[in-house]
């Protein structure tokens, strides 16, 4: 008897482990009203669960903290409107439930923009 109720307790915790979860990828596109002479952005990027890995889009590069739920990303380079990141999550539909939002802008000459109207930031798969 004791044998068969660590048999299910093995199962029920194997079972777990497979909640039906598609991992997936989100890309976080900017729109910039400065194409071209924008050459870093600082962002937060938040969701239900921890990211699996960030990477930057092709020519830009990515400054990252260890992932949580809540990170704070800088990407750097020739920044235009379209994809500057992608980010692996664990499960493809919670994917709207992630965010980003825009913290600081700063030109190619990195002098911060004084504001961030028309820049807009979204999450897709």
Not at 29 to 37: F, Y
Request: charged content about 10%; aromatic content about 6%.
């Amino acid at each position: 008897m004791r044998r068969l109720w660590w048999i299910a307790l093995l199962g029920a915790a194997l079972g777990c482990l497979d909640n039906g979860a598609t991992p997936g990828t989100l890309q976080v596109k900017l729109t910039t009203p400065n194409a071209g002479s924008d050459g870093a952005i600082l962002l937060t990027v938040s969701g239900p669960a921890t990211p699996r890995s960030a990477s930057a889009a092709q020519g830009l590069r990515l400054f990252a903290e260890p992932l949580a739920a809540v990170n704070r990303f800088a990407v750097t380079g020739a920044l235009a409107s379209g994809t500057i990141m992608t980010v692996e999550i664990p499960d493809v539909s919670r994917a709207s439930a992630y965010t980003a939002t825009i913290q600081q802008v700063a030109a190619t000459n990195y002098q911060l923009r004084p504001s961030l109207a028309g820049y807009t930031l979204t999450v897709s798969p």
